[in-house]
Nanobody
């Protein structure tokens, strides 16, 4: 199983990016998904989770109202739409699948998001 997060880049304050999490070796439609980020010198933070049905089950207060998660099960892809980006959103962003035991078992390689003023 391989997950790959992509779509990161450099953007100015107030800009938008859409991150994509794609998978090989696993059909994502049956799994809850999570997006995480880790900023330099900080611990990894859970920012959003998405149920297998497509219902958003969690969004961190730090991104609420600015970030949304969605999935396209036909494309075996999960998205993180990030709007009104702030410098504090600068981090490496990761996606992961959650198994039936509630453990995030597979993680994608991260994608770097840099927000500059």
């Amino acid at each position: 199983v391989q997950l790959q997060a992509s779509g990161g880049g450099s953007v100015q304050v107030g800009g938008s990016l859409r991150l994509t999490c794609s998978a090989s070796g696993r059909t994502l439609s049956g799994y809850n998904m999570g997006w995480f980020r880790q900023a330099p010198g900080k611990e990894r933070e859970s920012i959003a989770t998405l149920g297998w049905s497509g219902r958003t089950t969690y969004v961190a207060d730090s991104v609420k109202g600015r970030f949304t998660v969605s999935r396209d099960n036909v494309k075996n892809t999960v998205y993180l739409q990030m709007n009104f980006l702030k410098p504090e959103d600068t981090a490496i962003y990761y996606c992961a699948t959650k198994n039936g035991a509630g453990v995030y078992d597979y993680w994608g390689q991260g994608t770097l998001v840099t927000v500059s003023s």
